[in-house]
């Protein structure tokens, strides 16, 4: 059976919690080999990749995003939902709340963010000016109106490259430059999705404000247990917009 949807679950979300995971498969291609879960949901499959590996062991920086989107779409997968954990950098927008993220600004430093990286074989520069899918975009933002659950619908995202987290400098910076949240992985995930023609948009759940917009440093704790908090909903959500995917 072909996977119409794939979600690609982000730190905090390795699989879905109220579907059931029928089977588990290392998917190879040309990039390299992805370890894919399949639940069923309404008789249908949904692929389910952890972006960061089952036990969270893949680093930001080392995430093979080409292996990924391409093990999606030779699924059959023709949309995808990414999640994500996000710092804010809105004091208005606080830990525990979504974003539906809307654009994106890339600080990240040495990832390969295309599947044009040989010479001789013809490459497109992609518009990204819109780097997100419109239409799935006003899916999930119709099912969560439908499930009554608050979603800001545009964002800006900033990417670092990580792992470690920002200075109090480079927090500030990215609030003058009109980032909304931050976090270490929807760049390049996005841009190869698009270079692939799927549809793709992302859910990103604040965990926590950006480092020194209060008191204290950020924990994985703190984001793990922010994120906790939020997978209910996260999940209705998703599964909501799956609904209007498959109807
Ligand atoms: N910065 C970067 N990535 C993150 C953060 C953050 O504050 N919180 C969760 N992921």
Redesign the pocket.
Known sequence: MRARVGVIGG?GYYKFKTVPTIREEEVDNQYGRVHVLFAEYKGREIAFVPRHGLGHTIP?HKINHRANIQALKDLGAESILAT?????LRKMVPPGELVLLSQFIDMTKRRIGTFYDEEGVPFKHLDVTEPFSEPLRERVLRAATAQGIHIHPYGTYVA?E?PR??TAAE?SMMQILGGDV???TIVPEVVLAREADLSYAAIAV??????GMVPGG?SKDM?RGTFAAATNTLERLLLATIDLLLE
């Open positions: 730190t930001p994500a954990a996000v710092g804010s670092f990580g987290l920002e927090i931050v976090g270490m604040i965990t926590n404000y950006g480092a950020i984001v």
